[in-house]
């Protein structure tokens, strides 16, 4: 059971990246999805969730209106298209799959994590 986070790299501010979030050794359907980061010297925090059938998606204030969350179940990926990014993005980015079919903004009922990706906004 695996989650692999990647599209991570170096931008400018105001340009864009996607990141995508791949599960092998199990299937993403019934699972929500969250992406959560973490910068240096700060907690962990939820940035965007999407729920099983993608019907339902939550993005945290700092990021809403810039950031869109999708999925494709039948590629047993989601991804995280971010524009607009700021200093304030760079942090290293999580996907992990909830134990429910809605998305969650606490990491408490998040099960399975990929490794991360870091995304780096600097001029």
């Known amino acids: 059971v695996q989650l692999q986070a990647s599209g991570g790299g170096s931008v400018q501010p105001g340009e864009s990246l996607r990141l995508s979030c791949a599960a092998s050794?199990?299937?993403?359907?019934?699972?929500?999805i969250g992406w959560f980061r973490q910068a240096p010297g700060k907690e962990r925090e939820f940035v965007a969730g999407?729920?099983?059938?993608?019907?339902?998606?939550r993005y945290s204030d700092s990021v809403r209106g810039r950031f869109t969350i999708s999925r494709d179940n039948a590629q047993n990926t989601v991804y995280l298209q971010m524009n607009s990014l700021e200093p304030g993005d760079t942090a290293v980015y999580y996907c992990?799959?909830?134990?429910?079919?809605?998305?969650?903004?606490?990491?408490?009922?998040?099960?399975?994590w990929g490794q991360g990706t870091l995304v780096t906004v600097s001029s």
């Open positions: 992990a799959s909830n134990r429910l079919s809605q998305p969650t903004t606490t990491s408490e009922f998040y099960h399975y």
């Open positions: 999407i729920s099983w059938r993608g019907e339902t998606t």
């Open positions: 050794g199990f299937t993403l359907d019934y699972f929500a």
